[in-house]
């Protein structure tokens, strides 16, 4: 699924799009996608005007005029693209092909903006993405957001605050790092290429990572300051534009190219005079890679 670089990614892509229009109707084209959709929802948000959009953890947040938020999960394989006046399709140089097939067009905000109207397009093949609508006050309480720790990228998360979460665990590090109550929007590739930044074993103890008297050690500091660089690093270059997803003007990210230890078994280790090799395990069912003889 898409991380919290690529849902980021779109979201700056759809922001000059949509932010200031008015939704002069919200076509649904079927009842549901990966759930049904609220109930009135093309109702409740034709009409409306886009205040600006947000992300939280791996969701996309449309807030409009009237308090009302917008939620929009990508799921496996769902992207956005916009379309102005007459003119069809996705924009952009395309490196892995797109459906054109209208039946995965599943929904259509067409929004009129002061240089006219343009519609803004959901495709999603497999249809593992879902909409939801809730006032922008109740947010927080939401079954969505209301367990998610902080984002990997703002001030809430520290070494300090991870020692708290992390203490007399015997969780794995990687597993801890996924947990979305620990850290929200934080996923299994930028995971793995943290903990290989920071020289940390995804195998070892979370708790290991913290002092008996409940105090960060240095390799702490060390992780938070890697998670913070390496989602900057893949903000700043689009997104790892893994499998389906694509930007919203139809070009792919690059930072897949420079992935250090993701996805890279069996190579050389990147680390300077390591000399190891980047290995592949399976923990809670997913791939982890990294270098059993830097990462400690």
Known sequence: MPELPEVETVKRGLTPAMEGTRVTRLELRRGDLRFPFPDAFADRVSGRTIVSLGRRAKYLLVDLDDGNTLISHLGM??????????????????????????????VVFHLQAASGPRRVVYNDPRRF??????????????PFFRDLGPEPTGNELSAAYLAERFRDKAQPLKSALLDQKNIAG????????ALWRSHLSPIRAAGTLVTATGRPKAQLDLLVASIR?????????????LRDHIQTDGSLGYFQHSFSVYDRESQACRTPGCGGTVARIVQAGRSTFYCATCQK
């Open 129 to 142: 993405g879902f909409m939801d609508m809730v006032g922008r006050a109740d947010l927080a309480a939401h």
């Open 77 to 106: 394989s769902g992207s956005f693209r916009i379309e102005e006046g007459a003119a069809s399709g996705m924009p952009g140089e395309f490196h892995h092909a797109r459906s054109k097939d209208e039946k995965h067009d599943h």
């Open 186 to 193: 934080l996923g299994n590739i930028y995971v793995c290429e």
């Open 229 to 241: 660089d390496v989602i900057a690093d893949a903000i700043a270059a689009g997104g790892s534009s």
